[in-house]
T-cell receptor, first 114, second 112 residues
Framework: GAVVSQHPSRVICKSGTSVKIECRSL??????MFWYRQFPKKSLMLMAT?????????EQGVEKDKFLINHASLTLSTLTVTSAHPEDSSFYIC??????????FGPGTRLTVL | SQKIEQNSEALNIQEGKTATLTCNYT??????LQWYRQDPGRGPVFLLL???NEKEKRKERLKVTFDTTLKQSLFHITASQPADSATYLC???????????WGAGTKLIIKP
């Protein structure tokens, strides 16, 4: 149980385009979903926290107009990287919680912006 | 300043031995601490959680200790196997908002 999926697993796009990443909790309803970014050999950096039906809470330094988060249902959250640039290339990971102590992580999405 | 430190150097352990990883933190008062495993190109996988009032937690070959006086957690893998090779991350949770504060992880290599 407690499986979280992400789609796509890898995406390559041209600079200036927008990319949408989906995060789904497959067998449970997620009260809260988190979006992280991770650089090679670095710790996970929390970007934002989202609760179903409400606006996401962004961490300091994360541009909310750049990284659009939609949490339309208890099983789906999306992250859209708008007007992507090469510096946005990274590994993006989502996680979900049922309101307990444990976060369940998706497998991650590798974004490469050319 | 607040920080979480894990050994940035890779840890090489002979198969069958016990691997011990360290997580130190400063200027935090965590409600609990978690350990995760991360394989290359994959998201973290939850392993164990230990609360501030618990000294030790076990799960199969895994053991975690939590010393709030030393501000340190130790993560042990007994009878280590090559399949245990991965990066292990510790994360603190400060309160009930479920946000995790992460260490950078320690890469563990178990040699056959």
């Amino acid at each position: 149980g407690a499986v979280v999926s992400q789609h796509p697993s890898r995406v390559i796009c041209k600079s200036g385009t927008s990319v949408k990443i989906e995060c789904r909790s497959l067998d449970f309803q997620a009260t809260t979903m988190f979006w992280y970014r991770q650089f090679p050999k670095k710790s996970l950096m929390l970007m934002a926290t989202s609760n179903e039906g409400s606006k996401a809470t962004y961490e300091q330094g994360v541009e909310k107009d750049k990284f659009l988060i939609n949490h339309a249902s208890l099983t789906l959250s999306t992250l859209t990287v708008t007007s992507a640039h090469p510096e946005d290339s990274s590994f993006y990971i989502c996680s979900a919680t049922q309101g307990t102590d444990t976060q369940y992580f998706g497998p991650g999405t590798r974004l490469t912006v050319l | 300043s607040q920080k979480i430190e894990q050994n940035s150097e890779a840890l090489n352990i002979q198969e069958g031995k016990t691997a011990t990883l360290t997580c130190n933190y400063t200027n935090y008062s965590p409600a609990y601490l978690q350990w995760y495993r991360q394989d290359p190109g994959r998201g973290p996988v939850f392993l164990l959680l230990i609360r501030e009032n618990e000294k030790e937690k076990r799960k199969e070959r895994l053991k975690v200790t939590f010393d709030t006086t030393l501000k340190q957690s130790l993560f042990h893998i007994t009878a280590s196997q090559p399949a245990d090779s991965a990066t292990y991350l510790c994360a603190l949770v400060l309160d009930s908002n479920y946000q995790l504060i992460w260490g950078a992880g320690t890469k563990l290599i178990i040699k056959p």
